[in-house]
Structure formats: structure tokens, C-alpha cells
């Protein structure tokens, strides 16, 4: 069954500080999609990244970067000073082929992170 | 820059009135998808389209939900009568049709619309 964990409910840090935000998935497929989306307060989610099964490189997109480990089944996000409008929900997704054709997608509950000034 | 569009942003109704919310996908893309956030949480889908067919509506309480996509493009969500555990953000989102078995396609989220029901 499908399962994404965020056990990071909030996070507070001080601006310049690196986070990491945590993410723990369960699938049975091999095949798989992960992804990490932004919702600051405004509510729309941005999407940051995509990662496929095969591919456990991690990645790294200016102060973002991910690391993908399938040996733990994790698919970790770590910003590296942090700044003020890195304040937002951050939600950790994964997407599994449907036997009808198309994926589906299931969210995790996110992780509030606050960086104060 | 191309975005999925939703209106209203925000509504406000009486329990047992009807609502509506529309959405209007990323040009050119055939999958969409309505989710529904209540606060706290992260979104859980109602019911995913691939053109103007229905791919899943397993979580869609059909008793008092409707989603329709008759020409394919936009999209209309309703509920009739609305409950006060409706209250929650309503989000579409939109992907191109896969192109190839095995690949899948980036989401692309809406503003939402914020339900509150009185």
C-alpha cells in the first residue's frame, strides 16, 4: 500500500540555518515517482522536483538539495541558508502506476517550516 | 507563464446551500485532478480525469459530490447540499497526457478555492 511519512510536523529555524525535511515512503511497485511541493500561505503548491525510482543521484538546485535513498525508502529535502520566504508547508509526495493506466498520487501530511529573521 | 485557474479563491455558504467551484487546467493537458486539503493536512484526491473520462473517483462522496469534464478542458466540482465538514481547501491540478507506458507527469497545482461552511 502506498504510504508517505512526514514525521517533521514544524520546524523553527533562524535565517542562514540549514533544515532538512524529512521524508519516509512505502510502495510495493518498483516503478515510482517521488516529489517535494512548496505551499506558502497564499495555499497554491508549487512543485520543486521530481525523482523516478531508478534514478537515486541527488540532486542539487541552488540552496535546494534532495537526497534519495531507497535502501530506506527516504527521499530527504535539505535547504541550505535558509531565508525568510522559505517559510511555507512543505508537502512530500509519491506517485504509483495505476493498473487502469495513469498514476496515482498520495500526499504526506507536510511539514510547517518557519524561518525567522 | 501557462497556470491552472480557479474561481472562486474563496467561498463562504450556509450548510445544505450548493456550491460550485470551476477549474480550468494548463492548456493542452488531458489529466486533471481535484484534491481536497482540509487545514493540517496534506490533499487527498476526489476524483482524477483523463480527458473527459473519469480514471478515479473512489474517494468522491458521491451522495453529496459531482465532477464533470464533458469537453474535456475545464472542469466543474459541486457539492449540493454542503456540509460543515466541507469546509477545506478545494485544489485542481493539471498534467499532460503521458506520452509513453511507464512515464508519468509533474502536477501542476491551482491557487484553490477556500471553502468555509456556516
Not at chain 1, 94 to 100: D, G
Not at chain 2, 49 to 76: C, H, I, N, W, Y
Amino acid at each position: 500500500a502506498q504510504k508517505v511519512t512526514q514525521a517533521q510536523t514544524e520546524i523553527s529555524v533562524v535565517e542562514k540555518e540549514d533544515v532538512t525535511l524529512d521524508c519516509v515512503y512505502e510502495t510495493r511497485d518498483t516503478t515510482y515517482y517521488l516529489f517535494w511541493y512548496k505551499q506558502p500561505p497564499s495555499g497554491e503548491l508549487v512543485f520543486l522536483i521530481r525523482r523516478n525510482s531508478f534514478d537515486e543521484q541527488n540532486e542539487i538546485s541552488g540552496r535546494y538539495s534532495w537526497n534519495f535513498q531507497k535502501s530506506t525508502s527516504s527521499f530527504n529535502f535539505t535547504i541550505t541558508a535558509s531565508q525568510v520566504v522559505d517559510s511555507a508547508v512543505y508537502f512530500c509526495a509519491l506517485s504509483e502506476p495505476r493498473n487502469t493506466g495513469g498514476f496515482k498520487t498520495i500526499f504526506g501530511a507536510g511539514t510547517r517550516l518557519f524561518v525567522k529573521a | 507563464e501557462a497556470e491552472v485557474a480557479q474561481s472562486p479563491r474563496y467561498k463562504i455558504t450556509e450548510k445544505s446551500q450548493a456550491v460550485a467551484f470551476w477549474c480550468d487546467p494548463i492548456s493542452g493537458h488531458a489529466t486533471l485532478y481535484w484534491y481536497r486539503q482540509i487545514l493540517g493536512q496534506g490533499p487527498e484526491l476526489l476524483v482524477q480525469f483523463q480527458d473527459e473520462s473519469v480514471v478515479d473517483d473512489s474517494q468522491l462522496p458521491k451522495d453529496r459530490f459531482s465532477a464533470e469534464r464533458l469537453k474535456g478542458v475545464d472542469s466543474t466540482l459541486k457539492i449540493q447540499p454542503a456540509e460543515l465538514g466541507d469546509s477545506a481547501m478545494y485544489l485542481c491540478a493539471s498534467s499532460p497526457l503521458p506520452r509513453a507506458k511507464g512515464a508519468t507527469d509533474t502536477q501542476y497545482f491551482g491557487p484553490g478555492t477556500r471553502l468555509t461552511v456556516l
